[in-house]
């Protein structure tokens, strides 16, 4: 029995989506001509394939490394990657797996096709690019736009003596064009970038991309030209191949580099022109001045932040990216100072949450809910009960399934003996040469559908709260220990889903909602490194808490509420979600 699975990928827009069912198609042909038992099948849709940062190629290769599959067959290498590196990394991964990599156009794949077939495809990228750029030179030369639409403008869009579109022209967009001639005015006249986003937001005047302005959709970054107040356009001067993008090869991210001055094409297009050259020339001398001023800050901060990412991969704070305001389900961020503040507010004015939160605070609050609220016995029990039902049908289902494959496998055994026997005693009939194959192919895909059969769901320790307790205990002290503090806040962030932070009716009061799922809390009390076998999703929260007034103290009407905890008023629900089956539990304890 050779197990198969299939991988496809179109890489743009100018492909057709069907081409991925196209691919598969094609491969299963093959695979059914050559026998070959299909038990999954992978794709990406318009993505590159000059990055592995792809969901379905990912998913491919940890399914390999997990003994999934005997062969991995697709249409050609170049669906699979099409960079050097990435192509000689996933053979190598593959080959380790003990996988063979097939392909519709050059068969069975070996160092040979890696080292020949990579540096082609990487040449065929590099060689796109190229033609790409003499194209866009061109265009940008005779006047018209080379790629990207700035605010303020139009597409124009006509054919030309042939029918073709002329592609690069651009018209200038009134009532757009009002606002950039504010925004310049506003900014001279010694209004800074998030005062002016604030005040376009609250005036419900959508920003360049259709939502709410940022104070960096205005200022951007002087050198690099970007920003509204930077962009020479809107004095008539189309300026291309200031930067270049290249992809990081870890993250498959674009990347942006600035290009030599000199390389650097001009043209003058008088007829895009919004603002004067005085209007412009104040704007230039503000930013001088703020330079001058705070040059030197903001270029050692930009640093310093450059070198931290450089220097770790990780979060820089132990709750970066899990806190979400209850208002406008923004993300709450640090803002100034160690605290936490709605990042629409204070960035876009788009929401009316100003109040902030210590770093300090909120992470010892979050701390005291893992250990003593979330999984509390009492309140732990509805979403506990509800996990260890949905896992007792989900196995009973599987058990289920398994004795009516096995059932089937049975007789389709005694069908194939009962062939083999009449032949074996001189009593073969033309009629058994037909029925035979459809019996072993029966019999390879319920062997198959068996030994893929996913494992018993664990139950639920009945004391799982007092040992999940001791070991989050343990993490909050290897937080602070140099050697340990990594690892420790990684398991700590696995914990948390997420935390809701939403303003309370009195100065400085901030409740907060902490959800966090059952999954990792089971594997945190198992002690494994490995995720839980896929099972029912339970989520368990804890919502309540106030925020802890500096000047007056704890809330004396509610001594629940006090420091030693930092939750008071709380509630805990489960949700389990399987096929089309849902089902909420509330428990409020007081």
Not at 222 to 240: A, F, H, K, P, Q
Not at 268 to 284: F, H, M, Q
Request: net charge positive; aromatic share 4%.
């Amino acid at each position: 029995m050779t197990r198969v699975a299939l991988y496809a990928r179109y890489s743009s827009d100018n492909q057709r989506e069907a081409s991925v069912e196209d691919q598969l198609g094609l491969c299963r042909q093959h695979a059914e001509r050559q026998g070959w038992i299909v038990v999954e099948s992978y794709h990406d849709r318009a993505i590159s394939g000059a990055s592995l940062i792809r969901l379905g190629i990912q998913a491919l290769m940890q399914e390999a490394q997990r003994g999934g599959f005997d062969i991995v067959l697709a249409e050609a290498l170049d669906r699979i990657s099409r960079d050097e590196e990435d192509v000689a990394g996933v053979y190598k991964r593959m080959t380790f797996a003990g996988v063979k990599v097939v392909t519709l156009s050059e068969g069975e794949i070996t160092h040979l096709h890696v080292g020949l077939k990579g540096t082609m495809n990487a040449l065929f990228l590099k060689d796109l690019a190229d033609k790409t750029r003499r194209g866009l030179r061109g265009r940008v030369e005779k006047g018209k736009s080379g790629g990207g639409l700035s605010y303020g403008y139009d597409v124009v869009k006509r054919a030309d003596g042939n029918g073709e579109p002329m592609r690069g022209e651009r018209t200038i967009n009134e009532a757009a064009a009002v606002i950039v001639r504010r925004i310049f005015r506003e900014f001279a006249d010694g209004k800074s970038p998030r005062a002016i986003a604030r005040d376009l937001n609250a005036e419900d005047i959508p920003g360049p991309r259709g939502d709410a302005w940022m104070d960096t959709t205005i200022r951007g970054h002087v050198n690099r030209g970007t920003g509204i107040i930077n962009n020479e356009l809107y004095v008539g001067r189309l300026v291309w191949n200031r930067l270049r993008y290249i992809k990081d090869p870890d993250t498959g991210r674009r990347v942006t580099r600035l290009n030599p001055q000199p390389e650097w094409i001009v043209q003058e297009v008088p007829e895009l022109r919004v603002i004067d050259d005085a209007l412009w020339d104040c704007t230039k001398q503000r930013q001088a001045e703020l330079a001058k001023r705070y040059g030197t800050s903001i270029e050692g901060a930009r640093a310093h932040h450059a070198n931290r990412l450089r220097g770790m991969h990780r979060k820089r704070h132990l709750l970066s990216g899990l806190l979400t305001c209850g208002v406008c389900v923004g993300s709450y961020a640090i803002l100034v100072k160690d605290r936490y503040g709605c990042s629409n507010h204070y960035r876009r004015g788009a929401c009316t949450n100003g109040h902030t939160i210590r770093r300090e605070e909120i992470e010892a609050r979050v701390l005291e809910g893992l250990k003593h609220k979330l999984v509390a016995p009492e309140a732990a029990a509805d979403a506990i009960r509800a996990f260890q039902e949905e896992t007792n049908r989900l196995n009973r289902e599987r058990l289920a399934a398994a004795e009516a494959d096995r059932a089937a496998l049975a007789k389709v055994q005694r069908g194939i003996d009962g062939i083999m026997a009449a032949i074996e005693d001189g009593l073969y009939e033309p009629s058994m040469k037909d029925r035979l194959p459809p019996l072993e192919r029966q019999k390879v895909e319920l062997q198959a559908r068996l030994a893929a059969a996913p494992e018993p769901l664990p139950a639920v320790h009945p004391g799982i709260a007092e040992t999940y307790r001791a070991r989050i205990e343990r993490l909050a002290e290897a937080l602070v220990d140099p050697d340990a503090s990594l690892q420790a806040a990684e398991a700590i962030r696995s914990l948390v889903g997420q935390v809701v932070l939403t303003p309370g009716t009195e100065r400085g009061q901030v409740h907060a909602a902490l959800h966090g799922e059952l999954g990792p809390i089971l594997q945190l009390v198992a002690r494994k490194n490995e995720g839980l076998p896929p099972g029912p999703g339970v989520r368990l929260s804890v919502a309540a808490g106030r925020h802890i007034n500096r000047r007056a103290g704890p809330d004396r009407k509610n001594p629940a509420s006090s420091s030693e905890t930092g939750f008071a008023d709380y509630r805990v629900w489960s949700s389990v979600v399987a096929g089309a089956r849902n089902r909420l539990c509330r428990n409020r304890i007081l």
